[in-house]
């Protein structure tokens, strides 16, 4: 259906995006709740001319921009490294190594040990 562009049982045409902005907003409205989609699922909204799910009451699928208390948060974090994880200041050193690698290694060797004495 999405590569023809035909519903296999009516054999009706369905309208398939084809653009990356029509695609991307179409998936921003199936993830509606997630803030980073909320400027696609309003532009979308608004091209199709469904103000009305642009609100405050039970229906509505977004807040209008002026009722967003995190935009001022998420518009100001995109230009920053805030909540990279990498962009830490500690200094690159070395890792810890992990004690569970230590303890397996040597129960394997000590395990092969004791089957080499066992077949003398």
């Known amino acids: 259906m999405f590569y023809t562009g035909i519903d296999p049982l009516t054999m009706q045409p369905v309208y398939v995006p084809k653009s990356k902005t029509e695609k991307a907003m179409q998936r921003a409205l199936l993830q509606y709740r997630a803030p980073r989609n909320y400027d696609l699922v309003h532009t979308?909204?608004?091209?199709?001319?469904?103000?009305?799910?642009?609100?405050?009451?039970?229906?509505?699928?977004?807040?209008?921009?002026?009722?967003?208390?995190?935009?001022?948060?998420?518009?100001?974090?995109?230009?920053?490294?805030?909540?990279?994880?990498?962009?830490s200041n500690k200094p690159a050193g070395k890792r810890k190594e992990d004690s569970r690698d230590k303890s397996n290694s040597q129960q394997?060797?000590?395990?092969?040990?004791?089957?080499?004495?066992?077949?003398?």
Do not use: F, H, W
């Open 44 to 87: 979308a909204l608004v091209q199709a001319g469904r103000e009305d799910l642009i609100g405050i009451g039970q229906r509505c699928l977004i807040k209008p921009k002026e009722l967003r208390p995190y935009a001022n948060r998420i518009a100001g974090s995109k230009n920053k490294n805030s909540n990279n994880r990498n962009s």
């Open 108 to 120: 394997a060797n000590k395990s092969s040990n004791t089957r080499k004495k066992k077949r003398k």
